[in-house]
C-alpha cells in the first residue's frame, strides 16, 4: 500500500532520505516544497534528483483528498467536503473574521462523541483520520487562499470528530503546522477542542505546548449537560475541572469554553449563576456561539435579542464572556451536515 506523503514530519523524511544513502537536506528540499512552494506534484520538485522523485511516486500519495462539493455563504463562509483516498468523506469550513481568516478542521469521519444538538454525530464514528489527512485540510484550505494572495491565520479543531479521541495523529499533524520549515501558523493561533475527555486534558497539559484549550462545554450543570453530551456521563463536570485545574497550573494559558446557544435550554437567568458559580477563580472566558440549526435536531438558536440578553447576563455577573458572529446560516455550515446531506443523496 502506498504511504500518504504529508504522514511524514521532517525527522521522518530524514530518516526516509537516509535509508537511501542520501544528506538531511535532501529531506528539507522536500518538505520545503511541500510546504512553503505548496507544490501537489513530485515531478515540481526540480531540484530532486530523477531517481529521487521516481522512488516517491512509487511510494508515496501526494495527492490525498479530493474536492466534492464547495459551498460559499453570503458571509464568505466556505464549507469544503472532501473525499480521501478510501472514500471517506470529510468536511473543513474556512471562515472570515475581522482579523483574518480561520479553518475549523475534522479530526475523525464521523464522531462517536453524540452530541445530541450535532450533526456530525448523524454518522457514526469509522475511523481516525491521519496526521497527514488532518494536516492535507489545512493545506488544501491555505492554497485556496494563495490564489487570493491571503494566508491562513487561525486553525480550529472543531470539526467532525473528537481531537482527544486521535490524540497521536492530531499531535503529529499540529507540529509540522506549527513547524516554522511547514506550515509556519503560530501555536497561539491553533486551538484543540474537546469535549470534556478528561484523562487526555492531563496528558495535553504535560505537553507544555502553547496550543489553545477549548472546551466544548455548552451546560453549567450535570443535568443538562448529560442530557446535551453523553461525554458528561462518564466525565462529569467535577472531574473535567479537577483536569482543568490540573493544566492551568502549569500552563499560562487562558482556557476558552465554547457555549452553543439552544433557545430555551441553556440560556436562561439560572444558566447564567450557574456559569458564574462554575468559572469562578479560573483563567478563562466563555465563547457564546449561535447555533446553526440541523433539520434531524429539535434544537433552535437564540435569536439575536436572546443572545445579547443572555450575553449582558454573564457580563453583571462578571463572567469573561465573548459572543461571535454568526457564520454560515445559508449554507451546511454545522459540523456534519454537508456530509450528511451528500451521504444521504440529498
Not at 501558523?185 to 507544555?208: N, Q
Request: neutral net charge; contains cysteine; glycine residues 6%.
Amino acid at each position: 500500500m502506498m504511504k500518504k506523503i504529508y504522514d511524514y514530519g521532517l525527522d521522518d523524511l530524514k530518516n526516509y532520505v537516509h535509508a537511501l544513502g542520501l544528506k538531511d537536506f535532501k529531506a528539507r528540499q522536500i518538505y520545503s516544497w511541500l510546504y512553503k512552494k505548496r507544490v501537489d506534484d513530485f515531478n515540481k520538485m526540480t531540484d530532486l534528483s530523477r531517481d529521487l522523485i521516481a522512488r516517491l511516486e512509487s511510494e508515496f500519495m501526494i495527492n490525498i483528498l479530493c474536492l466534492i462539493e464547495k459551498q460559499t455563504a453570503r458571509d464568505l463562509t466556505t464549507k469544503f467536503l472532501f473525499k480521501m483516498t478510501d472514500g471517506a468523506l470529510v468536511e473543513s469550513v474556512l471562515m472570515v473574521f475581522d482579523y483574518g481568516y480561520s479553518a475549523c478542521i475534522s479530526t475523525q469521519v464521523g464522531c462517536n462523541m453524540g452530541c445530541t444538538f450535532c450533526a456530525s454525530g448523524l454518522l457514526k464514528k469509522v475511523r481516525d483520520l491521519s496526521a497527514g489527512e488532518i494536516l492535507a485540510q489545512v493545506l488544501y484550505i491555505q492554497k485556496y487562499l494563495d490564489e487570493q494572495g491571503e494566508r491562513l491565520g487561525n486553525i480550529v479543531l472543531m470539526g467532525t470528530g473528537e481531537p482527544f479521541d486521535n490524540y497521536e495523529n492530531v499531535m503529529k499533524a499540529l507540529a509540522i503546522i506549527n513547524d516554522p520549515h511547514g506550515l509556519e501558523i503560530g501555536a497561539r493561533h491553533i486551538s484543540i477542542s474537546t469535549c470534556g475527555v478528561a484523562p487526555m486534558i492531563y496528558r495535553f497539559a504535560d505537553e507544555k505546548v502553547q496550543y489553545n484549550l477549548a472546551i466544548s462545554l455548552h451546560a453549567p450543570n450535570d443535568e443538562l449537560r448529560s442530557k446535551l453530551m453523553p461525554i458528561n456521563k462518564a466525565y462529569p463536570l467535577k472531574e473535567l475541572f479537577k483536569a482543568l485545574e490540573y493544566y492551568a497550573l502549569d500552563n499560562n494559558r487562558r482556557i476558552t469554553f465554547e457555549y452553543l446557544l439552544l433557545n430555551g435550554i441553556n440560556d436562561t437567568v439560572e444558566c447564567a449563576d450557574q456559569l458564574q458559580q462554575l468559572l469562578k477563580g479560573l483563567n478563562a472566558y466563555i465563547n457564546l456561539i449561535p447555533y446553526n440549526e440541523v433539520k434531524e435536531k429539535n434544537y433552535r438558536t437564540a435569536n439575536d435579542r436572546q443572545a445579547l440578553l443572555f450575553y449582558d447576563m454573564l457580563k453583571k455577573r462578571n463572567v469573561a464572556v465573548t459572543l461571535r458572529q454568526k457564520k454560515g446560516d445559508d449554507i451546511d455550515a454545522a459540523c456534519g451536515q454537508l456530509r450528511a446531506k451528500y451521504e444521504a443523496g440529498e
